[in-house]
């Protein structure tokens, strides 16, 4: 049951609480951890407005991804849970589309995630990651929702 769980973090409070939950199920179980990371920099071009964006904001995104991942490590080993990770340069599509590729290829029995559970206008606009992950998941995906928004 749960031996191997994969858990998408971007440092969001949101993103947080989903890893909070994978370590205390992954104790549970005696399971371990593989945390995903993704740079983005497309989206950090068109944060900007720019086309493209230079070698050294890139180098700079992946260094805080590095980090992000350090961190979230730190904070599973501290739980008593065994964790690795993944960073990945995020020039193959989506994340949701990366996360299923992950559950299958490592093999994965459960996915955890924050979402912000957004509805309506926000949903449409920003699309959900989430939604996307849990309709093409091959294995179960436990949404984790912060209460207190982001």
């Known amino acids: 049951m749960y ?3 994969l858990v998408p973090v971007d440092g969001s409070p949101t993103s947080l609480k989903g890893l909070a939950e ?3 199920l992954a104790r549970l179980t005696g399971g371990q951890i593989r945390l995903l990371h993704m740079v983005d920099a497309l989206s950090a071009a068109m944060a900007v407005g720019a086309y493209a964006i230079s070698a050294d904001v890139i180098d700079q995104l992946r260094a805080d991804g590095e980090q992000m991942l350090q961190q979230a490590r730190a904070q ?3 739980g008593g849970v065994a964790a690795d990770s993944v960073l990945d340069e995020g020039v193959r599509g ?3 589309d990366w996360v299923v590729e992950q559950a299958r290829a490592w093999p994965a029995d459960l996915v955890v995630l924050g979402t912000h559970g957004r509805r ?3 949903r449409l606009l ?3 990651d989430a939604e996307q992950v849990l309709r093409a998941a091959p294995v179960p995906v436990l949404l984790v929702r912060n209460p207190d928004g982001d």
């Open 3 to 5: 031996q191997r769980i």
């Open 22 to 24: 994978a370590i205390r």
């Open 76 to 78: 599973a080993v501290a």
């Open 94 to 96: 989506r994340l949701a």
């Open 120 to 122: 309506g206008v926000g």
């Open 126 to 128: 920003l699309g959900s």
